[in-house]
């Protein structure tokens, strides 16, 4: 069965970029949507944006500027990149696949174990 | 923007008893585009629900959802010690997706 594993700093400066990975194993990015989410510590769930395989993206509105997500199918790997971050941005940073196939709308399913970032100086 | 709204906040039940949380979105677009998702501590998100009422894989029948428009209601039949946790809804049927801001099941 699929599996994904984020991976990446645990600690970033304010201002600078968050990068994070989320590497696929047990299955093909192709023919699917993949999605990062985000959780402040004690807080509920923030979707951030998808890419398909095809590398079409979409963002939340409340992160567009800032937000880069892309696909490397030759690696199996879904990247996100956040930049300018501040303490807000602090955050458990999770992958997810989306259900279903060549479908976006579709709910998130399976989930990587998340990471945490923690943004200070 | 479909903003959801999930009720109450916390939960307070014992092993054995039914527990029903609801979740209500701002508005209405015709679909049942609605996931529920449980969350233990420590632990990433798990999909339990989606389409308003379908269970996913390996989902124990004690879980039924319900509901469409801007209602929806997520009932544990009989709550199991491993079902203390929070519950999020979902929605999924546009951009951008949205969560509601959780149901806590706590033990009474």
């Known amino acids: 069965q699929v599996q994904l594993q984020e991976s990446g700093p645990g600690l970033v400066k304010p201002s600078e970029t968050l990068s994070l990975t989320c590497t696929v194993s047990?299955?093909?990015?192709?023919?699917?949507?993949w999605s990062w989410i985000r959780q402040p510590p004690g807080k509920g769930l923030e979707w951030i944006g998808y890419?398909?395989?095809?590398?079409?993206?979409n963002y939340n509105p409340s992160l567009k500027s800032r937000v880069t997500i892309s696909v490397d199918t030759s690696k199996n790997q879904v990247s996100l990149k956040l930049s300018s971050v501040t303490a807000a941005d602090t955050a458990v940073y999770y992958c997810?696949?989306?259900?279903?196939?060549?479908?976006?709308?579709?709910?998130?399913?399976?989930w990587g174990q998340g990471t945490l970032v923690t943004v200070s100086s | 923007e479909i903003v959801l709204t999930q009720s109450p906040g916390t939960l307070s039940l014992s092993p054995g008893e039914r527990a029903t949380l609801s979740c209500r979105a701002s508005q209405s677009d015709s679909s049942t585009y609605l996931a529920w998702y449980q969350q233990k501590p420590g632990q990433a998100p798990r999909l339990l629900i989606y389409?308003?009422?379908s269970r996913a894989t390996g989902i124990p029948d004690r879980f039924s959802g319900s509901g469409s428009g801007t209602d929806f209601t997520l009932t544990i039949s009989r709550l199991e010690p491993e079902d203390f946790a929070v519950y999020y809804c979902?929605?999924?049927?546009?951009?951008?997706?949205?969560f509601g801001p959780g149901t806590k099941i706590d033990i009474k």
């Open positions: 890419v398909y395989y095809s590398g079409s993206t």
């Open positions: 389409g308003a009422s």
């Open positions: 979902q929605y999924y049927g546009s951009s951008p997706r949205t």
């Open positions: 997810a696949r989306f259900r279903s196939p060549y479908y976006s709308s579709s709910p998130f399913d399976p």
């Open positions: 047990g299955g093909s990015i192709s023919g699917y949507y």
